[in-house]
Nanobody, 134 residues
Framework: EVQLVESGGGLVQAGGSLRLSCAFS????????IGWFRQAPGKEREGVSC??????????YYADSVKGRFTISSDNAKNTVFLRMDNLKPEDTAVYYC?????????????????????????WGKGTLVTVSE
C-alpha cells in the first residue's frame, strides 16, 4: 500500500522557518518524482517544489513565489523528502501536501484548467497545515 505522510506544519511568525517532512512507503524513491503542493483557503492548489527521479534524479523545481526561500531535499535511506521553508510570509499560509508521480513534468504543472494542472500525480498525502502570522 502506498502512503505519503506529511509532518512539520505549525504556526510561525513572519520571517520564521519550518521544515516539512514527507515520509513515504510502498514505492521506491527512484521510481517517482516527489513534489510539494499547497492550497490556501478559497484558492486553487498550486505547485511549490519538486525533486526528480531517473533521468531527472536530483533535478529540482521551485515556484517563483518560493524561489530563494524554500529548499527541497531527500533522505533516500529514510524514504523521506523535506521542504525547508525560510523567511516565511503570511501568504505562505496553506495546507501543504506531498505527492508522487512517475513523470517529472506532472509535478511541475502539466494539464489544463479542466483537467487540473497536477492530475498526473499518482499518490497524495493528507496534508499538514502551515500558518504564518504577521
Amino acid at each position: 500500500e502506498v502512503q505519503l505522510v506529511e509532518s512539520g506544519g505549525g504556526l510561525v511568525q513572519a520571517g520564521g522557518s519550518l521544515r516539512l517532512s514527507c515520509a513515504f512507503s510502498g514505492f521506491t524513491f527512484g521510481d517517482y518524482t516527489i513534489g510539494w503542493f499547497r492550497q490556501a483557503p478559497g484558492k486553487e492548489r498550486e505547485g511549490v517544489s519538486c525533486i526528480g527521479h531517473n533521468d531527472n534524479a536530483g533535478k529540482t523545481y521551485y515556484a517563483d513565489s518560493v524561489k530563494g526561500r524554500f529548499t527541497i531535499s531527500s533522505d533516500n535511506a529514510k524514504n523521506t523528502v523535506f521542504l525547508r521553508m525560510d523567511n516565511l510570509k503570511p501568504e505562505d499560509t496553506a495546507v501543504y501536501y506531498c505527492a508522487a508521480a512517475t513523470r517529472y513534468f506532472y509535478c511541475t504543472g502539466y494539464g489544463s484548467p479542466e483537467q487540473g494542472y497536477f492530475y498526473g500525480m499518482d499518490y497524495w498525502g493528507k496534508g499538514t497545515l502551515v500558518t504564518v502570522s504577521e
